[in-house]
């Protein structure tokens, strides 16, 4: 079973891509989310009120604003893991470069994802991959 919960997040996260590629559209998500999902930003709670999202639509429209101030702006997961029972570690790596700057900024994170009944039920942000890891019960 969490073999298959890897593959959801997984799947999720290649299709967020696709979408910020402008290949698919950004409801396509849902297919990947139960109807009562949610976002908490954990560390990153001063930048959103009451520090969860409660819906795709505002996440999406909480990413478009963290994105903007950039010119150049990109993520990658880099590991995926089995958290045990319902749960999987994603870490990031995002780069950005703010306008009218010639240098970049770039942060790694993590988000430990809750899957039930094969939809993503929560998606919890850390400001640091270790922090991620720590919560689901793994070390790097």
């Known amino acids: 079973m969490s073999q298959k919960n890897v ?32 976002i908490d ?21 909480f990413r478009a604003a963290w994105m903007e101030p950039y010119d150049d ?5 880099g590991k995926i893991l089995d958290a045990g029972v319902n749960r999987v570690v994603a870490t990031f790596h995002q780069r950005g470069k703010p306008r009218d700057s010639d240098s970049w900024v770039e942060m790694h994170y993590g ?22 890891l720590e919560a689901a019960g793994l070390r790097e």
Request: overall charge negative; hydrophobic content about 40%.
């Open 7 to 38: 593959e959801v997040v997984r799947d999720f996260l290649n299709t967020f891509a696709e979408v910020d590629e402008g290949l698919t559209d950004p409801q396509r998500l849902t297919e990947f989310l139960a109807p009562d999902v949610r």
């Open 41 to 61: 930003m954990g560390g990153f709670s001063a930048l959103v009120e009451g520090g969860e999202v409660l819906s795709l639509d505002d996440f999406l429209e």
């Open 111 to 132: 988000v430990v994802y809750t899957v039930e009944e094969g939809l993503i039920s929560r998606a919890q942000f850390y400001t640091t991959p270790e922090e991620a």
């Open 73 to 77: 702006f990109s993520y990658e997961a």
